[in-house]
């Protein structure tokens, strides 16, 4: 048996969730009993482990809890899942999570989001690798954007390589702009959603941000520039090379990309390469996420894991 004590500042629908949804959780997940006497709350299980894991589990939440954060059911599953592993979630949750470099509403939401904020605030080029979910593009545009208000970045250029365009990508109607749009789309939605559509437009007409495909990045040097590659891994080397390059004074890059998403030969992807080449020097990090760190729909982390475990069993 363990005991949790209550701060007064602290109300048990907080610890428990309403209709005590959490602590039905807690009981099932780790096979204990949960009950609350005066200030306490009492576990009671038959192993100690488990026991120690909900001890562990509540105690964070009654900390993140006084430090003004109300935990949504998918932070509650997160915690638990880190908590039980004997990991602190609590600085994810905390108020000045994120830093000086993403200090508004946006913040990480998993430890591994936060090493990637951290990774940013260090480093000039950083290299995000992780499945779809796990807030890469999305983090990366908000950061762009913090740099572009407090003045640290003139300008801000998203790019994508347009792979399934290949050659064609001249023939196809319109102007440069809506010959790639399809292709630079998401860059486009993470944009309009930290913002608004107006203050995009207004962005784009005055080339505060630009966004084009990898292939006319060729020949440019970028000063004073956050600079976001997008699905890096269907770059070639020689794309990857091109792109890294294109690096000028005063500005940062962040290259985000799935090596389990690779529509070009995987021998040839600038992204599977440029980690045996880059990795060690001096102002170049590595972060990787992973399915933990997926913040979309609940389901998401759950397919992402069903097919590494398919794709594992086919290659044993």
């Known amino acids: 048996m363990k005991k949790v004590r209550i701060p007064q500042d602290v109300a ?15 009981k099932k997940m780790f096979n204990v009993e949960l009950s609350v006497r005066d200030s306490e709350i009492l576990i009671i299980g038959n192993n100690a482990e488990n026991v120690d894991a909900a001890h562990r589990v509540l105690d964070e939440i009654i ?3 006084r430090d003004g954060h109300l935990l949504d059911w998918t932070e509650f599953e997160y915690l638990v899942e880190k908590v039980s592993n004997s990991e602190s979630v609590k600085e994810v949750f905390s108020k000045n999570n994120g ?5 508004r509403k946006i913040k990480p939401k998993t430890l591994g989001q936060k090493r990637y904020i951290e990774a940013i605030e260090r480093n ?3 290299f995000v690798i992780g499945p779809a979910g796990t807030g890469k593009t999305y983090l990366a545009v908000a950061v762009a954007l913090d740099y572009l208000k407090l003045g640290k970045v003139n300008r801000i250029i998203l790019t994508r390589p347009a792979v399934e365009a290949g050659e064609k990508l001249g023939f196809l109607p319109g102007d440069l702009a809506e010959k790639v749009e399809p292709y630079l789309r998401p860059l ?8 608004s559509p107006d203050k995009f ?9 630009e966004i084009v495909p990898l292939a006319y990045m060729r020949g440019r040097t970028l ?7 997008d699905e890096a891994q269907n770059t070639t080397y020689q794309q990857m090379k091109m792109f890294l390059t294109r690096l000028g004074f005063n500005s940062k890059a962040i290259v985000t990309g799935d090596i389990t998403q690779v529509d070009i030969e995987k021998e040839r992807s600038g992204l599977i390469e440029c980690q045996k080449i880059l990795k060690g020097i001096p102002g170049i990090e590595f972060v990787y996420l992973d399915e933990s760190d997926v913040v979309r729909h609940p389901l998401v982390k ?10 594992r069993s086919r290659k044993s």
């Open 12 to 26: 048990v629908l907080e610890i428990f969730g309403q209709y005590d949804k959490r602590a039905k959780y807690l």
């Open 63 to 65: 900390t993140i809890t």
């Open 99 to 103: 830093g000086p470099i993403l200090g």
């Open 124 to 126: 000039d080029v950083i």
């Open 188 to 195: 486009y939605d993470a944009i309009i959603d930290i913002t």
């Open 201 to 209: 437009n207004s962005y784009r007409e005055r080339g505060i941000i």
């Open 223 to 229: 000063n004073n520039s956050f600079i976001i590659l």
């Open 302 to 311: 759950k397919i992402i894991k069903a097919y590494e475990e398919y794709e």
